[in-house]
Protein backbone atom coordinates (compact mmCIF):
# COMPACT_ATOMS: atom_id res chain seq x y z
CA UNK A 1 0.00 0.00 0.00
CA UNK A 2 2.90 2.10 0.76
CA UNK A 3 4.46 2.27 -2.54
CA UNK A 4 1.51 2.41 -4.48
CA UNK A 5 1.28 6.24 -3.26
CA UNK A 6 2.89 8.10 -7.07
CA UNK A 7 2.10 11.56 -5.66
CA UNK A 8 5.59 12.96 -5.88
CA UNK A 9 7.49 10.55 -7.72
CA UNK A 10 8.89 11.79 -11.07
CA UNK A 11 8.66 9.46 -14.44
CA UNK A 12 11.16 9.86 -16.97
CA UNK A 13 10.31 9.72 -20.51
CA UNK A 14 10.72 11.36 -23.54
CA UNK A 15 7.36 12.62 -24.22
CA UNK A 16 5.64 16.44 -25.30
CA UNK A 17 4.28 16.40 -22.08
CA UNK A 18 7.62 15.89 -20.09
CA UNK A 19 9.02 18.48 -22.60
CA UNK A 20 6.60 21.19 -21.79
CA UNK A 21 7.38 24.11 -19.57
CA UNK A 22 6.78 23.94 -15.94
CA UNK A 23 5.04 26.70 -16.00
CA UNK A 24 2.64 26.18 -18.18
CA UNK A 25 1.59 22.06 -17.24
CA UNK A 26 1.41 24.04 -13.72
CA UNK A 27 -1.49 26.50 -14.91
CA UNK A 28 -2.74 24.20 -16.79
CA UNK A 29 -3.25 21.28 -14.13
CA UNK A 30 -4.91 24.58 -11.95
CA UNK A 31 -7.41 24.96 -14.61
CA UNK A 32 -8.11 21.40 -14.72
CA UNK A 33 -8.54 21.18 -11.08
CA UNK A 34 -11.01 24.33 -11.24
CA UNK A 35 -13.28 22.92 -13.91
CA UNK A 36 -13.82 19.50 -12.43
CA UNK A 37 -16.17 21.43 -10.10
CA UNK A 38 -17.77 22.93 -13.25
CA UNK A 39 -18.83 19.62 -14.97
CA UNK A 40 -22.18 18.73 -14.80
CA UNK A 41 -23.79 15.71 -16.81
CA UNK A 42 -22.84 12.52 -18.35
CA UNK A 43 -21.54 13.94 -21.68
CA UNK A 44 -18.98 16.62 -19.66
CA UNK A 45 -17.95 13.71 -17.49
CA UNK A 46 -17.16 11.91 -20.54
CA UNK A 47 -15.36 14.27 -22.06
CA UNK A 48 -12.96 15.17 -19.15
CA UNK A 49 -12.02 11.42 -18.76
CA UNK A 50 -11.32 11.15 -22.77
CA UNK A 51 -9.27 14.37 -22.72
CA UNK A 52 -7.31 13.15 -19.55
CA UNK A 53 -6.93 9.84 -21.06
CA UNK A 54 -5.56 11.46 -24.19
CA UNK A 55 -2.96 13.58 -22.21
CA UNK A 56 -2.01 10.34 -20.65
CA UNK A 57 -1.25 8.55 -23.88
CA UNK A 58 0.65 11.33 -24.99
CA UNK A 59 2.76 11.86 -21.89
CA UNK A 60 3.70 8.10 -22.11
CA UNK A 61 3.16 7.30 -18.43
CA UNK A 62 2.02 4.22 -18.03
CA UNK A 63 -1.90 3.88 -17.13
CA UNK A 64 -1.25 1.23 -14.61
CA UNK A 65 1.04 3.31 -12.74
CA UNK A 66 -1.34 6.08 -12.19
CA UNK A 67 -3.91 4.17 -11.54
CA UNK A 68 -1.97 2.00 -9.17
CA UNK A 69 -2.08 5.37 -7.01
CA UNK A 70 -5.50 5.14 -6.00
CA UNK A 71 -5.20 2.32 -3.57
CA UNK A 72 -3.63 4.49 -1.00
CA UNK A 73 -6.64 6.78 -1.45
CA UNK A 74 -9.60 4.00 -1.89
CA UNK A 75 -10.76 4.29 1.82
CA UNK A 76 -11.36 8.22 1.56
CA UNK A 77 -13.15 7.76 -2.24
CA UNK A 78 -15.19 4.98 0.28
CA UNK A 79 -15.61 7.44 3.15
CA UNK A 80 -16.47 10.48 0.28
CA UNK A 81 -18.95 8.35 -1.04
CA UNK A 82 -21.10 6.73 1.63
CA UNK A 83 -21.03 10.49 3.07
CA UNK A 84 -22.88 12.02 -0.26
CA UNK A 85 -24.86 8.78 -0.53
CA UNK A 86 -26.94 9.18 2.99
CA UNK A 87 -26.81 12.71 3.33
CA UNK A 88 -27.97 14.08 0.18
CA UNK A 89 -31.28 15.22 0.11
CA UNK A 90 -34.10 14.06 -2.65
CA UNK A 91 -37.45 12.97 -3.76
CA UNK A 92 -36.88 9.95 -5.16
CA UNK A 93 -36.43 7.68 -1.64
CA UNK A 94 -34.92 4.14 -2.60
CA UNK A 95 -34.46 3.09 0.95
CA UNK A 96 -34.76 4.71 4.44
CA UNK A 97 -34.02 3.01 7.96
CA UNK A 98 -33.91 5.13 10.92
CA UNK A 99 -32.11 8.43 9.93
CA UNK A 100 -30.10 7.37 7.24
CA UNK A 101 -31.88 8.11 3.89
CA UNK A 102 -30.63 6.65 0.49
CA UNK A 103 -32.36 8.61 -2.71
CA UNK A 104 -31.61 8.58 -6.43
CA UNK A 105 -30.65 11.80 -6.09
CA UNK A 106 -27.59 11.23 -3.58
CA UNK A 107 -26.73 7.68 -5.09
CA UNK A 108 -26.22 10.02 -8.06
CA UNK A 109 -24.03 13.01 -6.28
CA UNK A 110 -21.88 10.57 -4.24
CA UNK A 111 -20.74 8.67 -7.67
CA UNK A 112 -20.14 12.31 -9.45
CA UNK A 113 -18.35 13.30 -6.10
CA UNK A 114 -16.27 9.89 -6.03
CA UNK A 115 -15.54 10.77 -9.75
CA UNK A 116 -14.01 14.18 -9.51
CA UNK A 117 -11.81 13.13 -6.51
CA UNK A 118 -10.11 10.25 -8.64
CA UNK A 119 -9.81 12.30 -12.09
CA UNK A 120 -8.52 14.82 -9.14
CA UNK A 121 -5.92 12.78 -8.08
CA UNK A 122 -5.11 11.20 -11.22
CA UNK A 123 -4.91 14.99 -12.91
CA UNK A 124 -2.37 16.08 -9.98
CA UNK A 125 0.01 12.85 -9.83
CA UNK A 126 0.26 13.75 -14.41
CA UNK A 127 2.23 17.10 -12.97
CA UNK A 128 4.44 15.60 -10.35
CA UNK A 129 5.08 12.20 -12.70
CA UNK A 130 5.85 14.36 -15.82
CA UNK A 131 7.82 17.59 -14.09
CA UNK A 132 11.22 17.01 -12.57
CA UNK A 133 11.54 18.85 -8.56
CA UNK A 134 13.90 21.69 -9.61
CA UNK A 135 11.28 22.65 -12.70
CA UNK A 136 8.11 22.84 -10.26
CA UNK A 137 10.60 24.90 -8.18
CA UNK A 138 11.54 27.07 -10.94
CA UNK A 139 7.73 27.54 -12.01
CA UNK A 140 5.89 28.08 -8.39
CA UNK A 141 8.86 30.47 -7.90
CA UNK A 142 7.96 32.76 -11.32
CA UNK A 143 4.04 32.35 -11.00
CA UNK A 144 4.67 33.67 -7.23
CA UNK A 145 7.20 36.04 -8.10
CA UNK A 146 4.92 39.12 -8.67
CA UNK A 147 3.48 38.84 -5.23
CA UNK A 148 7.18 39.57 -4.25
CA UNK A 149 6.22 43.52 -3.99
CA UNK A 150 3.62 42.56 -0.98
CA UNK A 151 6.16 40.62 0.78
CA UNK A 152 5.66 37.45 -0.19
CA UNK A 153 8.95 35.01 -0.27
CA UNK A 154 7.91 33.48 -3.28
CA UNK A 155 11.85 31.77 -3.43
CA UNK A 156 10.84 30.03 -0.30
CA UNK A 157 7.88 28.97 -0.29
CA UNK A 158 8.26 27.51 -3.82
CA UNK A 159 11.02 25.72 -2.03
CA UNK A 160 9.25 24.49 0.83
CA UNK A 161 6.38 22.98 -1.36
CA UNK A 162 8.87 21.21 -3.84
CA UNK A 163 11.02 19.89 -0.84
CA UNK A 164 7.39 18.27 0.52
CA UNK A 165 6.68 17.07 -2.70
CA UNK A 166 10.23 15.57 -3.36
CA UNK A 167 10.40 13.61 0.05
CA UNK A 168 6.90 12.03 -0.21
CA UNK A 169 8.40 9.62 -1.88
CA UNK A 170 11.67 9.10 0.34
CA UNK A 171 9.50 8.75 3.43
CA UNK A 172 7.07 6.43 2.12
CA UNK A 173 10.10 4.20 1.09
CA UNK A 174 11.49 4.79 4.98
CA UNK A 175 8.19 4.27 6.22
CA UNK A 176 8.11 0.79 4.08
CA UNK A 177 11.42 -0.33 5.23
CA UNK A 178 10.44 0.46 9.20
CA UNK A 179 7.24 -1.73 9.06
CA UNK A 180 9.53 -4.75 7.34
CA UNK A 181 12.12 -4.40 10.16
CA UNK A 182 9.01 -4.53 12.57
CA UNK A 183 7.28 -7.24 11.09
CA UNK A 184 10.77 -8.82 10.92
CA UNK A 185 10.42 -9.10 14.75
CA UNK A 186 7.48 -9.76 15.22
CA UNK A 187 5.00 -6.90 15.08
CA UNK A 188 1.26 -7.26 13.63
CA UNK A 189 -0.32 -4.24 12.28
CA UNK A 190 -3.13 -6.11 10.09
CA UNK A 191 -5.37 -7.90 13.40
CA UNK A 192 -6.66 -6.66 16.06
CA UNK A 193 -9.38 -4.33 17.05
CA UNK A 194 -8.59 -0.69 15.60
CA UNK A 195 -7.31 0.97 18.35
CA UNK A 196 -4.91 -2.26 18.90
CA UNK A 197 -4.17 -1.46 15.34
CA UNK A 198 -3.31 2.65 16.10
CA UNK A 199 -1.61 1.86 19.15
CA UNK A 200 1.00 -0.91 16.78
CA UNK A 201 2.17 2.25 14.96
CA UNK A 202 3.85 4.04 17.43
CA UNK A 203 6.73 1.80 16.84
CA UNK A 204 6.67 3.09 13.14
CA UNK A 205 6.03 6.60 13.58
CA UNK A 206 8.55 7.21 16.43
CA UNK A 207 11.66 5.84 14.42
CA UNK A 208 10.12 7.89 11.31
CA UNK A 209 9.95 11.21 12.88
CA UNK A 210 13.61 10.24 13.74
CA UNK A 211 14.61 9.47 10.67
CA UNK A 212 12.21 12.65 8.86
CA UNK A 213 14.41 15.01 11.35
CA UNK A 214 17.98 13.63 10.32
CA UNK A 215 17.25 13.90 7.00
CA UNK A 216 15.65 17.61 7.39
CA UNK A 217 18.94 18.35 9.52
CA UNK A 218 21.65 16.57 6.12
CA UNK A 219 19.53 18.58 3.84
CA UNK A 220 19.91 21.95 5.42
CA UNK A 221 23.63 21.09 5.73
CA UNK A 222 24.17 20.31 2.73
CA UNK A 223 22.25 23.36 1.32
CA UNK A 224 24.46 25.75 3.40
CA UNK A 225 28.05 24.16 2.36
CA UNK A 226 26.68 25.13 -0.63
CA UNK A 227 26.26 28.43 0.08
CA UNK A 228 22.51 28.65 -0.63
CA UNK A 229 21.32 31.94 0.93
CA UNK A 230 17.72 32.30 -0.02
CA UNK A 231 16.47 33.48 -3.36
CA UNK A 232 18.43 36.71 -3.09
CA UNK A 233 21.23 36.87 -6.35
CA UNK A 234 20.43 33.84 -7.32
CA UNK A 235 20.67 32.37 -10.64
CA UNK A 236 19.55 29.59 -13.43
CA UNK A 237 21.64 28.06 -15.02
CA UNK A 238 18.49 26.88 -17.61
CA UNK A 239 16.11 30.08 -18.09
CA UNK A 240 12.86 28.72 -18.91
CA UNK A 241 11.53 30.27 -22.09
CA UNK A 242 8.10 29.69 -24.08
CA UNK A 243 8.45 27.76 -26.64
CA UNK A 244 5.90 27.16 -29.83
CA UNK A 245 4.65 23.63 -28.35
CA UNK A 246 4.16 25.66 -25.08
CA UNK A 247 1.35 27.87 -26.85
CA UNK A 248 -0.05 25.43 -28.61
CA UNK A 249 -0.52 23.71 -24.87
CA UNK A 250 -2.25 26.88 -23.92
CA UNK A 251 -4.56 26.82 -27.02
CA UNK A 252 -5.32 23.57 -26.61
CA UNK A 253 -6.13 24.72 -22.59
CA UNK A 254 -8.51 27.61 -24.36
CA UNK A 255 -10.42 24.94 -26.09
CA UNK A 256 -10.74 22.67 -22.94
CA UNK A 257 -12.48 25.72 -21.03
CA UNK A 258 -14.69 26.66 -23.77
CA UNK A 259 -16.17 23.07 -24.55
CA UNK A 260 -16.57 22.53 -20.76
CA UNK A 261 -18.46 25.80 -20.34
CA UNK A 262 -20.23 24.62 -23.72
CA UNK A 263 -21.65 21.55 -22.43
CA UNK A 264 -22.24 22.90 -18.79
CA UNK A 265 -24.75 25.18 -20.97
CA UNK A 266 -26.32 22.86 -22.75
CA UNK A 267 -27.08 20.66 -19.64
CA UNK A 268 -28.44 24.08 -17.85
CA UNK A 269 -30.38 24.76 -20.78
CA UNK A 270 -32.09 21.09 -21.05
CA UNK A 271 -31.11 20.03 -24.29
CA UNK A 272 -32.08 16.14 -24.37
CA UNK A 273 -28.10 15.29 -25.62
CA UNK A 274 -26.56 17.03 -22.97
CA UNK A 275 -28.53 16.08 -19.81
Known sequence: MIRDITL??????????????????L?????????????????????VILSLAAVIRVSRVPLRFMLRGLKSIVLIIIFTGLINLFMTPGERVIFQWGFLTLTMEGVLFAFQMCLRLVLLIIGSSLLTLTTTPIQLTDAIETILKPFARFGVPAHEIAMVMTIALRFIPTLLDETDKIMKAQQARGAD??????????KSLIPILVPLFISAFRRADELATAMESRC????????????AKMKRKDYQAVLLGVVYI????ALRYAVSAGIPFFV
Do not use: W
Not at 12 to 17: F, M, Y
Not at 228 to 239: F, I, L, N, P
Not at 258 to 261: D, H, K, Q, T
Open 8 to 25: GQYYPADSPIHGLDARIK
Open 27 to 47: LLTFIYIVTLFFVNGLVGYVF
Open 189 to 198: FDSGSLMERA
Open 228 to 239: YRGGEGRTKMYV
Open 258 to 261: ACIF
